[in-house]
């Protein structure tokens, strides 16, 4: 079976703040790691993909296989941050397990 | 607009109905996935197609079914509605069979059985 598990269902920080969304994962085999952001009202997008080891709009994540966990990190939290956010994996026949979503809130 | 296309944006409709729900891909994609997003269970993987056939399945209850057609485009069917259905339905799509460059996700269509 596949999991992702995001243990914060809400995190807020100050801008200019470091910011680390958790997400841990358990899977038998080599998983495909996602980060997804819902904004306020709208649909979900892409945030980014472990395999293409990209920073978008400032964040990162880095798979730990060791740990089984794909942190979402970003050293400064600006205010336009606050979203939704899902970790997703895509394992077995292409099938997305996501997260419960982490609320980020960035406060000015 | 070449991203995906879900319509109704918004339904209501009473219990015991039956109701669909329309999905166009993204312009090139092959697969299509459904979700469900309730509030207290978050995004629930349904179904998935690959270029008209089922793929993989998921928590999809027996009172719900889906097809995608020869265009690509999908429908969710959903009868029988209960309130507990009232939900946001997410369809997504990808380029191959797997997740691979990720989803491209629609707006969504609220559902709300009264």
């Known amino acids: 079976a596949q999991r992702v598990t995001q243990p914060e269902k809400l995190l807020s920080v100050f801008k200019g703040a470091p910011v680390e969304l958790k997400c841990n994962y358990s899977?038998?085999?080599?998983?495909?790691l996602f980060w997804y952001v819902q904004y306020s009202r709208q649909r979900l997008q892409l945030l980014l993909r472990h395999i293409s080891r990209e920073s978008i709009k400032g964040f990162t994540a880095d798979l730990n296989k060791g740990e089984t966990s794909f942190h979402l990190k970003k050293p400064f939290a600006q205010e336009e941050d606050s979203a939704m956010y899902y970790c997703a994996l895509s394992g077995w026949a292409g099938k997305s397990t996501f997260g419960d979503g982490t609320t980020l809130t960035v406060k000015p | 607009d070449s991203g995906v296309t879900q319509t109704p944006k918004h339904l209501i409709t009473a219990t015991g109905q039956r109701v669909t729900l329309r999905c166009s891909p993204r312009?090139?994609?092959?697969?299509v996935y459904w979700y469900q997003q309730s509030l207290d269970q978050g995004l629930q993987f349904l179904i998935q197609y690959y270029n008209g056939e089922e793929r993989a399945k998921g928590n999809i209850l027996e009172r719900f079914s889906a097809q995608q057609f020869p265009d690509l485009h999908s429908e969710l069917n959903l009868s029988s509605l209960e309130l507990g259905d009232s939900a946001l339905y997410f369809c997504a799509s990808s380029a191959f069979r797997g997740a691979g460059d990720g989803y491209t996700f629609g707006s969504g269509t609220r559902l709300t059985v009264v």
């Open positions: 899977y038998s085999g080599s998983p495909e």
């Open positions: 312009s090139g994609d092959l697969s």
